[in-house]
Structures are given as structure tokens and as C-alpha cells.
């Protein structure tokens, strides 16, 4: 006769492993925050997520058609707009 696992104490045993893992890195961890969020705001590349009415406008502006616009990932918006349009 073999002995099939309990599940509810090998959940324990992963859950009671996890725990001590977690307690040993935070032990580790280096509490040192950085002097201000403006600091490491200003490093990190923005991300664009979504292309705004206005600054469909001004695609629109420059001549792009409505399809075009539609069809640009925020990020190729915003890099348009940079490259070949005023920022007003």
C-alpha cells in the first residue's frame, strides 16, 4: 500500500517555506530609499499609453488620416509629435 501525499500539508510545508524565504531576503534587504521620487522620475524613460484628443488634432494637423492616427501605437505618436510638430 503506498501513501499518496496529503495536500493539505504539502500546501503547509510550500506555505511555511515561502514565509522563511521571504523573512530571510527581507532580513537581507537594503532599507536605503532613494532621496526623492523626482530623482529616479527623471532617469526612467516615460511611457506612453495612450494618444490624447488633442494630440490627435495636431496628427491630424500635420496630415496624418484619421485610419493613420488609429493605426500608431501611443509611442509612435508622441515620437511623430516630437519629430515633426510644435509641442503647443
Do not use: C, K, W, Y
Not at 27 to 46: C, F, K, L, V
Amino acid at each position: 500500500m503506498t501513501m499518496e501525499p496529503d495536500d493539505d500539508l504539502l500546501r503547509f510545508l510550500d506555505r511555511d517555506g515561502a514565509e522563511a524565504v521571504f523573512r530571510e531576503r527581507r532580513a537581507g534587504a537594503n532599507d536605503e530609499r532613494p532621496a526623492t521620487r523626482d530623482a529616479s522620475s527623471a532617469q526612467s524613460p516615460a511611457i506612453s499609453l495612450m494618444i490624447t484628443q488633442r494630440q490627435r488634432v495636431r496628427l491630424r494637423d500635420l496630415g496624418f488620416s484619421e485610419n493613420a492616427i488609429r493605426s500608431m501605437t501611443p509611442a509612435e505618436a508622441h515620437e511623430r509629435l516630437r519629430r515633426d510638430g510644435p509641442t503647443g
